[in-house]
Structures are given as structure tokens and as C-alpha cells.
């Protein structure tokens, strides 16, 4: 089983900066592709980001892009840099892992968190 953990979620003004951070514990030979995901109120889970095992490969949603990194600096950490956040970028951002090599899928995706609260002030 594998254990993930999400931080970093914070109100945060709008053309702010913030980062995410993602811990997965436990099965850790079973992680691949780490990813991340957000929900807004009344809204679809949605994909932001995702990050391959070895991090030389990303993905990201055309909402974001240009404007949030995903990283990660060993098998089991992942990041979310997200600048010039926007009002529609609030939501709870959940991290997940899975023994994908890379998706945009969330249904490919085996371990979630429990979600950070991102609140973005216009």
C-alpha cells in the first residue's frame, strides 16, 4: 500500500506564487508517474500536471501551462510551483501515484491524497 500526503495549500492573492508539495510512503518500488489533479466546488476532478518516474517527463494541463511546474526530486517527492495563480486555479489539489509511466487519466492513477486547499483572493 502507499501512503501520499499533500501540503503547501494557502490563500494566496491572486498573481501570487505558491508551491506544493507531495510525500509518498509506504510500497514505494510501485510508484511511477506522480500527478496532480484539482476540484473546485460544483466542478469535475480535473488534471493539472503529471511527472514520470524518472521526472524527465511532464504533462500539463493547457489551463496551466506556462504558468505551474511540476517537479520531483526523488521516486517518492513531487512539487507544484504555481505562479501567477488565477481565481479559477482555487480548488483542492490532490497529489496521486500510480505504476503509470505517465497520464492525464485519473483513473490510472492507484494512490490519492486527501487534498490541499488552494483559496485564491482577487
Known amino acids: 500500500q502507499v501512503h501520499v500526503v499533500e501540503s503547501g495549500g494557502r490563500l494566496v492573492q491572486a498573481g501570487g506564487s505558491l508551491r506544493l508539495s507531495c510525500i509518498a510512503s509506504?510500497?514505494?518500488?510501485?510508484?511511477?508517474?506522480m500527478g496532480w489533479f484539482r476540484q473546485a466546488p460544483g466542478k469535475k476532478r480535473e488534471f493539472v500536471a503529471a511527472?514520470?518516474?524518472?521526472?524527465?517527463?511532464m504533462e500539463y494541463a493547457d489551463s496551466v501551462k506556462g504558468r505551474f511546474t511540476i517537479s520531483r526530486d526523488n521516486r517518492v517527492t513531487a512539487y507544484l510551483q504555481m505562479n501567477k495563480v488565477k481565481p479559477d486555479d482555487a480548488a483542492v489539489y490532490f497529489c496521486?501515484?500510480?505504476?503509470?509511466?505517465?497520464?492525464?487519466?485519473?483513473?490510472?492513477?492507484?494512490?490519492w491524497g486527501q487534498g490541499t486547499q488552494v483559496t485564491v483572493s482577487s
Open positions: 509506504g510500497r514505494i518500488a510501485s510508484i511511477y508517474a
Open positions: 511527472i514520470s518516474r524518472n521526472g524527465e517527463a
Open positions: 496521486a501515484a500510480g505504476g503509470i509511466l505517465l497520464s492525464a487519466q485519473d483513473f490510472e492513477y492507484d494512490y
